[in-house]
């Protein structure tokens, strides 16, 4: 395995999550807008992936998953839509928490290695995440796929967080909670990858390995690539 000396982070469920979930929101959403409730959080969950290439931002990638969610059980879109808004509306960005073992994780690792971002969402939504958990001067860089380059799994962000950083893909490791966007998205790109593997996390594609599997982001003050 090559020497690692640069790694990179997802955010979202992997350095911070959000207090309220998606669980909590929806049927506030549902009731801001005035519309039965026609899909879960889980139906959501499902459908990120699908929805979140070409959606431009958070909002827009809401707006036409619930739309076609909507169709798809009879509804009308603008239902969706309307809900969409509401969803967006009852969220707040800036009620964030640092995930388990996060913060020991970037304190130990920061002095010794070249350490960035690559995130899903627009800087609008992800620097209050970053700045409401008082991580953003960890790094020397952040890309916002999506927002400045296409998103994550595609290989465009870790390209640029590489050439931002001025080093090799195979000296860099990228650590992420989802199997498609994280692993799958660095193993393509030529990086290594460190999964976060969550209770719900699955693995999509059996030809694909990540190089590390953690059940917390704490684990990398170990630094198992020196083993």
Request: some cysteine; aromatic content about 10%.
């Amino acid at each position: 395995m090559t020497q690692v000396d640069t790694i990179l982070f997802d955010i979202d469920g992997t350095l911070c999550e959000y207090r309220r979930t998606a669980r909590d929101i929806l049927p506030l959403a549902f009731e801001a807008a005035g519309v039965e409730p026609f899909f879960d959080a889980e139906m959501y969950y499902e459908r990120y992936e699908e929805f979140i290439d070409g959606s431009g931002d958070l909002h827009g990638f809401r707006r036409r998953c619930f739309a076609t969610l909507a169709e798809e059980c009879g509804k009308d879109p603008e239902d969706g839509r309307a809900v969409a808004r509401a969803y967006a509306n009852e969220r707040d960005h800036t009620d964030v928490v640092a995930c388990s073992g996060a913060r020991r994780a970037l304190s130990c690792l920061h002095e010794e290695y070249r350490m960035g971002v690559v995130t899903n969402g627009g800087p609008g939504v992800q620097e209050i995440k970053l700045s409401e958990t008082d991580f953003d001067d960890y790094f020397d860089t952040i890309v916002y796929a999506g927002s400045e380059t296409a998103p994550k799994p595609d290989s465009e962000p870790f390209k640029q967080a590489i050439a931002d950083l001025d080093t090799s893909p195979s000296h860099v490791l990228h650590v992420g909670d989802s199997f498609e966007l994280d692993v799958a998205g660095a193993k393509r790109s030529g990086l290594q990858a460190a999964w976060i593997a969550c209770e719900d996390g699955t693995q999509t594609d059996v030809d694909i390995q990540p190089d590390f599997i953690f059940e917390s982001i704490e684990s990398l003050c170990n630094e198992p690539w020196r083993k």
